[in-house]
């Protein structure tokens, strides 16, 4: 079809797309128009003489005529095609080939993408000889970063991650200053570097670089499991019980039974039997690992391979973990002596991975400490410095009301989540939230739940209700009771009433409902314990005056924990993201050997602000133990945040600590995990991802093609702005879509005067 | 002496003991009942749970040995000595001095197989040596103490300490009775009680602390405590009428609100 369309148009397709069509009159314009006038009156007088013609047939025989004279007109008009062409041999192709593994997937059969890449761009195919005739050719392969090539037949297929931007970037880059005819980038699309590819397509449109993108796979696998994203919690806290929470993609297998494994250092510490949903095409599925040591581990989730799979490599992903020490501190500030507070810290007192330091107000200007590390500590009761409060990673505010507060410690409290990034909790009790009249103050603000009801009386009895977990909850690691999803849920339906004495308001947009609150007998839920990020840290709400009664209630059998498990893992999700002062992040966590890695590190001080004048540097420790010291530099585009570049050669789990100096103050931060290996990464999202190429190809004025349709290149490509190019005048009279259009004019009035015996 | 005379005297003699015992048996009656204490008062209703401390007394039956646990001859019975002023008074001070949120005039009678006991995770039990569980009671008791709840033994003396050991070993078999002194935290809770052993309720008898741990582990959850030959409530029933020095009867509030500050904090 393009073929016979190339013949009519007498130019591909390509060529009007890139072309500017421009009139080159042989006549003045207004002859033309003259004539143009002149030919549909003669037309229309030439038939209105004959006789014996209807109405219809007048007016078609007439329009026949003037159709065909005018398009004499419009040729005499001289159509002209002007078009941007690259001037042979003056002007670079480049050629980047995606090297990383997912390109070793034999999703057509018996050949690998790859193979398929080399058979058609290898030195000797017509492709690239043709491509050859033209452009000076420079090969690439790219994966984490951009290499030059000799060519198609080096592909080792290795890299973890496939970076399309970096790799857009790189060969911009590489090639400045040289005449570029555009860039011809063969991959599957399975980007996941995670970089924003917006900056990468606007320099290209900037230089008028056109990309041809060449698309390898399948866009569709017709049976398949993938384990598409395996998320972890980051920073885990020691003895905490973990969640592995596995995204599936899933082609053609509904309703079969699928077995997920998860493994941490070659170990299994958890299974999970999922049954594949009928139609839906992605599934969650959380699998409960057992705690793990302190320190970094790999885990590892395989999911079992069915019969007959498209392909069985995207079966398996792997993550990094880094389990913490602690202890972590947490500041419980209580109001009242009550049940809430005594049996919340004999929950968590058997965890030696939380010190939950308490403040009780037992009189008032009378203290009681629990937890302090010494005798000064909360001497003076709450802290009235940032310093002091900010070295809690987490605060629990009881039943207390706001006026015990000074007007900058409520400001404190609100900092503490937005600026130090720790995590607050506030306790429903009857000098709480609206009822403790926090409305107006800062806390409000960062409390998930709006306090936006009329505080409830002094003397109103509480209001019971049943408390389950929402569908957000359920699949919280802190609202875990049974390692079983159904299990978790008839856990729950067993828990007996508890009480709320506040008047709850609305989920603020952006927070999470995580448990809610139903009256017996009614079918409204009203959300009792709800999170929500705010600035930098957490804020959450739970309402309940008496958990407690989970454990007392006389249905509750003696050795049932479930009040205790409740509370260590509130807790422990309380602290979980709270930074430290010095924090480090490597991206990415997981890559292949010899690839590129950034550390980035914020450094705060005492009061959590972003300082800039510290000298950091990162400790990168190897797996055989070797240490590296990586000086790291001040991004100037973000306030205490210091990167630097490290290559990670050695197979292995790396462990990356930094150090902040500034005059005579040292702080560490806790390790990261980096894993180096070549498995795992990278065949996530195994099927070809055509409409990202096409958007690549769109955005920048190229072009894109399956794998098997790379030969149109060699046509395409040639039209270009960019590079050296000249521009060709091409004329259009004599396209042969232009004679067979006369001739079919001619035609049919032919055949039309035929009919009425006119001819 | 004949033995006609012989027996006239120790007529005489057995009706001086009977005297005696008479005029020691009226002031010991007058101590009890003398004080304005009012006659056995059948406990109302209890008040719905609210979430607030409530004062907690055990009710108990004392077997057919010690009656029938109802009014004796219409005076108080052994569970509700002090009753109910002993917990009005003592719910007041808590809810003027501490911070702990009381209801006022508002306390609770239960027996430990009341499931409404689990409501409420502090109970008091007045003279337990009178005090005879059924098994239900026994379940009760020991499984509202190994969840969490903390029991509070007090107005006891001499020989109620064995019938009080005996019971509680069938409530928990594998736990006992352990001596505190004043360095126990309990003791610190909200007022310094450095040496609460000074504080005598029964004359020269020498009240001593004993306490219950989880484990057998004083460093554990305290689960009982009992007053060993003292009366706490006692001071707390009179405060105000004058029969008690006022230093005495604020050391008996000053150990009450440690018990309650600490039992709701740990």
Known sequence: MDALLTFLFKHPARAWERGELVWSPVLPAWSLAVAAVTVVGVAVWSYGRVQGLSGTRRVALAGLRAALLLLLLVCLARPTLVLARAVPQRNVLAIALDDSRSMALADGGAETRAAATTRIFADSTALVRALADRFALRFYRFAADVRPAAGADGLRMTGTRTDLAGALDGVRQELAGTPIAGIVVVTDGADNAGRELAPALLALRARRIPVYTVGAGLERFPRDVAIERLALPSRPLRGAGLLADVTLRLRGVAGEALTLVAEADGR???????????????????????????????????????????????????????????????????????????????????????????????????????????????????????????????????????????????????????????????????????????????????????????????????????????????????????????ANAIRWDSLPPITVVNALGSLRPGATALLTGRRAGETIDQPVYATQRFGRGTSGVFAPQDSWLWKMDPTTPVEDVTHETLWRQIARALTEESPDRVEVTVVPSHLAPGEPVELRVRVADERYVEVNDAQVVATVTSPSGRETAVPLEWSLAEDGVYRGRFVAEEAGLYAVAAEARRGRDSTRGAPAPLLADEAGADVEQAEQRAPLLRRVATETGGRYYPLAEAGRLVEDVQYTDSGVAVRDALDLWDMPVVFLALAVLLAAEWGLRRGRGLA | MTAVARARRAATCLRLALLLAALVAVPAEAQRGGRGRPRFEEPGENPPYDGRW????????????????????????????????????????????????????????????????????????????????????????????????????????????????????????????????????????????????????????????????????????????ANRDNDLSEFWEFTGQGFFPVDLTNEAYKLGINYLVYALSR
Request: proline share 8%; aromatic share 8%; glycine share 8%.
């Open chain 1, 268 to 486: 299994v510490v958890g299974t999970q039997v999922v049954t594949l949903p009928p139609r839906e095409e992605t599934m969650r599925a959380r699998i409960p690992l057992t705690p793990l040591d302190p320190g970094p581990h790999r885990i590892t989730v395989r999911a079992g391979t069915l019969p007959r799979e498209t392909i069985a490599e995207n079966n398996v992903a792997h993550g990094v973990v880094q389990v913490r020490d602690g202890p972590d501190r947490i500041l419980y500030v209580e109001g009242e002596p009550r049940p809430e507070l005594s049996f919340l810290r004999r929950a968590v007192a058997a965890d030696s991975a939380l010190n939950v330091v308490t403040l009780l107000r037992s009189a008032e200007q009378k203290y009681l400490r629990l937890g302090v590390r010494d005798s000064l500590e909360l001497a003076g009761g709450f802290p009235t410095r940032r310093e002091e409060l900010f070295a809690f990673r987490g605060l629990i505010l009881g039943s207390i009301e706001a006026s015990f507060f000074t007007a900058d410690q409520l400001r404190m409290l609100a900092e503490f989540v937005s600026v130090r990034g720790g995590g607050l909790l506030a306790l429903g009790g009857r000098a709480a939230f609206a009822e403790g009249g926090y409305r107006g103050t800062p806390v409000a603000e960062v409390l998930p739940l709006a306090l936006d009801r009329a505080p409830r009386e002094a003397e109103a009895p509480p209001v019971e209700l049943d408390v389950r977990p929402t569908i957000a909850g359920a699949a919280q690691a802190a609202l875990r009771l049974a390692a079983d999803d159904s």
């Open chain 2, 54 to 225: 409530t004062f907690v007394r055990i009710r108990y039956e004392m077997g057919l040995a010690a009656g029938a646990g109802g009014s004796r001859g219409g005076f108080d019975v052994p569970w509700s000595h002090d009753y109910p002023r002993g917990e009005r008074n003592f719910a007041q001070i808590v809810g003027e001095l501490t911070t702990v949120r009381t209801r006022p005039m508002q306390h609770a009678v239960l027996r430990l197989d009341d499931p409404q006991l689990f409501r409420y995770p502090i109970a008091y039990m007045a003279e337990p040596g009178y005090w005879s569980p059924s098994e239900s009671e026994v379940l009760g008791l020991s499984t509202y103490l190994r969840k969490g709840g903390f029991i509070i033994f007090d107005d006891f003396r001499d020989q109620a300490w064995l019938n009080l050991e005996r019971q509680m070993r069938r409530v928990l078999p594998e736990l006992r009775f352990i001596r505190i002194d004043g360095t126990h935290p309990i003791f610190d809770a909200f007022y310094r009680v450095p040496d609460p052993e000074a504080l005598q309720s029964y004359g020269r008898a020498q009240p001593t602390f004993w306490a219950i741990f989880e484990d057998n582990d004083p460093r554990k959850r305290l689960l009982a405590l």
